[in-house]
């Protein structure tokens, strides 16, 4: 079966960085548009990034740009979100997440079906 498991996530202060990673097994890794969703204490669950399934595509949304940075390395199933500057404002769970194949990157969480469990970001101000 499809099993994603996020690492990387903590604390950290305010303009610092971290580095989350999303382990894929159970599929054809390089087939599938892969994306990073955070979810904050109240609120809805919400797209943050997304990478094509070869890697040459991406997507945002507008408050990461510039500061987050998604890839993907297929020969080890893996995605990557590398967070730089970081504000309190993204304090959340992140969630990795299996999007369409053979696709463009994606931003409705509609077009996601797998889902990892989530690992938390902490941002201290």
């Known amino acids: 079966q499809v099993q994603l498991v996020e690492s990387g996530g903590g604390l950290v202060q305010a303009g610092g960085s971290l580095r989350l990673s999303c382990a894929a097994s159970g599929l054809t890794f390089s087939n599938y548009v892969m994306g990073w969703f955070r979810q904050a204490p109240g609120k809805e669950r919400e797209f943050v990034a997304a990478i094509n399934w070869i890697g040459d595509n991406t997507a945002y949304t507008d408050s990461v740009k510039g500061r987050f940075t998604i890839s993907r390395d297929n020969a080890k199933n893996t995605a990557y979100l590398q967070m730089n500057s970081l504000k309190p404002e993204d304090t959340a769970v992140y969630y990795c997440?299996?999007?369409?194949?053979?696709?463009?990157?994606?931003?409705?969480?509609?077009?996601?079906?797998?889902w990892g469990q989530g690992t938390q970001v902490t941002v201290s101000s």
């Open positions: 997440a299996r999007g369409p194949m053979l696709s463009m990157s994606r931003n409705d969480k509609t077009e996601y079906r797998y």
